[in-house]
């Protein structure tokens, strides 16, 4: 996308659509909120918990989408050096992580009233914990390595290894799942998802979806305007050095 | 409040750090944007124009237009004041 | 004798001589296995039960201890710059060093783990099944270790920036591992199953950890 590659181009099309896809993101989350707390049916195991499912399922959703997206941005550090890929990569780390904690809180409380517990073991929410110390260790090696380009490019290194190694964590947590807890773990909503919660539950996901993106975007925006203030604060320190001697 | 049955402190405490987690990070977003801006405005007040506000640097990376600036040569050659565009 | 062997001889014989960093992995592996029945009371039972997670817990902490051995003592002597630009290449540098952490960590702790097994009171029929899954599993814990030290060359805090990293991805590996011991108590009816995924992750790791290994060290040289 040579286009989309221009920092400057970049950063007046972001400037374009962030009021349009702000606007739209926030109705589509009042709508979904409208349709979650005041439309939907409660389930008939879970009762109004199932409310829950429509912040929990997005939010884990979410997880993984971000994560995926630091592992395409990474690619796109490592092989094709696309000079927009690390602010890409590095942006969406406080999100993705943000989203993985309301995941993990989210299924927390779920559980609570359903198996009595606080936490659970299970498959599912253990995967969206290893995720979320993914998510830690990207933003500590960011934070620890000072000069920009190398920690660019070791974050992306670290990323793709973990997106690696996510399927196979989730394999070997599943396994281990099956040996300890034999009793079935619980199906959203049954077998199938009544079209009465499967239709907010669609609007919250693109709702929150969008917000990502958009919050992504001002990141990105944030980011690149970072870097030319730090090399434009370089330029005045040297002409100050410079006038002064 | 529609009814949300017996476990309305679950669903509403869900709802509430959900809340609070998405404004936290919309504002620390949203801030820092801002605060950039705040910058770089008021660096090109005082006359500190990027080398070349659209020509070669902006198709390098980053930390090419970096490396370029501070690689900038020496003091003979540059005069304060100057402006370039 | 070919570069790579000196370079394996080279590093084998540095630990030894450090005997220190060795001797320090060994003792904190005894260290941790012995305060956790001071934490967790002392009935046998409960021990027996939670002894092979223990010790397999226990082990990658001690191997992340000694992980920044592989990578940050030449870098600051200078010596992985000589390696860096000698006849061979990057990547097999450090798979060898991660080879040589493994014949001088990995190992040793292996073998060691039985003795500490008796104060969890590991059954004995388990043995030679935590022994076999550990020599099984540790190379994997070298050799991802090795990306960890690449990544955290030269930083502040660079051991637990490194432990934080590299835990996650030790997930399947403890779960595989722990799994094969129970086998021969509590857990699944075979140990096959998961000691042959163990050896999937070592053999795995072993191939492709070098190369992001080695890309990270590139970077982390410039």
Partial sequence: ?????????????????????????????????????????????????????????????????????????????????????????KTAVPIGATFTFIALVTGSLWGKPMWGTYWVWDARLTSVLVLFLLYLGLLALWQSIEEPGRAGRAAAILALVGFINVPIIHFSVTWWNTLHQPASVFRTGGPTIDPSLLVPLLVMALGFTLLFVLLHLIAMRAEILRRRVHALQQIAVERAATAQA | MPDLGPHASFILAAYGVTLVAVTALVLAIVADDRHQRRLLAELELKGIRRRSAKSATDGAKPQAAIAKTSAKPRPARAKPGRRRS | ??????????????????????????????????????????????LSRIAPGVLWVALLLASLLSADRILHNDYEDGALDVLANGPLPLTLVVALKSLAHWITTGVPLALLAPILGLLLNLPIEAFPLLVLAMLAGTPAVSFLAAIGASLTLGLRRSGVLLALLVLPLYVPVLIFGVATVSAATTGPASPWPPLLMLCALSLASIVLAPIAAAAALRNAMR
């Fill in chain 3, 1 to 46: 004798m070919t570069p790579a062997l000196a370079l394996l001889r080279r590093d084998i014989r540095l630990a030894w001589r450090e005997g220190g960093a060795i001797g320090t992995a060994l003792g904190f592996y005894l260290v941790v296995v012995a305060i956790t029945p001071l934490g967790v009371g002392p009935d046998l039972n409960l």
């Fill in chain 1, 1 to 89: 996308m040579p286009s989309l590659a221009n920092p400057t181009r970049f950063l007046s099309i972001v400037d374009r659509v962030v009021p349009w896809l702000a606007a739209l993101t926030m109705l589509l989350l009042a709508y979904g909120l409208y349709l979650a707390l005041f439309v939907a049916p409660p389930d008939y195991q879970q009762g109004e918990t199932v409310k829950i499912m429509f912040i929990h399922v997005p939010a884990a959703w979410l997880a993984m989408f971000g994560y995926t997206l630091i592992a395409v941005a990474s690619l796109g550090t490592l092989i094709w050096r696309h000079p927009l890929a690390d602010v890409a990569a």
